[in-house]
């Protein structure tokens, strides 16, 4: 069976890069947190039938300019698209 969410990494040139797929969106968001422990980004989340979006920037705690997450992982901020 296929998850019917797509993941993409967006690339500072603009260009995106697909990463795997999710059942659903707080599967997606953990799978990116994931992919975001080596380095901060920005990920696009996209239902395969509905074609919702969902954008999400995770950035690591040593890279916040502002405020850290509880646990000292990564921060995710959810972009509306």
Same mark, same amino acid.
């Given at each position: 069976? $296929? +998850?019917?969410? %797509?993941?993409?990494?967006? %690339?500072? %040139? *603009? *260009? /995106?890069?697909?990463? *795997?797929?999710? @059942? #659903?969106?707080?599967?997606?968001?953990?799978? /990116?947190e994931? &992919?975001? &422990? $080596?380095? $901060?980004? @920005?990920? &696009? /989340?996209?239902?395969? +039938?509905?074609?919702?979006?969902?954008?999400?920037?995770?950035?690591?705690?040593?890279? &916040?300019?502002?405020?850290? $997450?509880? #646990?000292? *992982?990564?921060?995710? /901020? @959810?972009?509306?698209?």
């Amino acid at each position: 069976m $296929s +998850h019917p969410l %797509d993941i993409f990494e967006t %690339d500072s %040139d *603009g *260009g /995106i890069l697909w990463r *795997g797929t999710a @059942e #659903d969106f707080k599967a997606a968001r953990r799978f /990116i947190e994931g &992919l975001a &422990l $080596s380095a $901060s980004g @920005e990920y &696009l /989340i996209l239902n395969q +039938h509905t074609g919702q979006r969902q954008g999400m920037r995770v950035v690591l705690p040593n890279n &916040l300019a502002q405020a850290e $997450s509880p #646990d000292g *992982g990564p921060q995710s /901020i @959810e972009m509306g698209y």
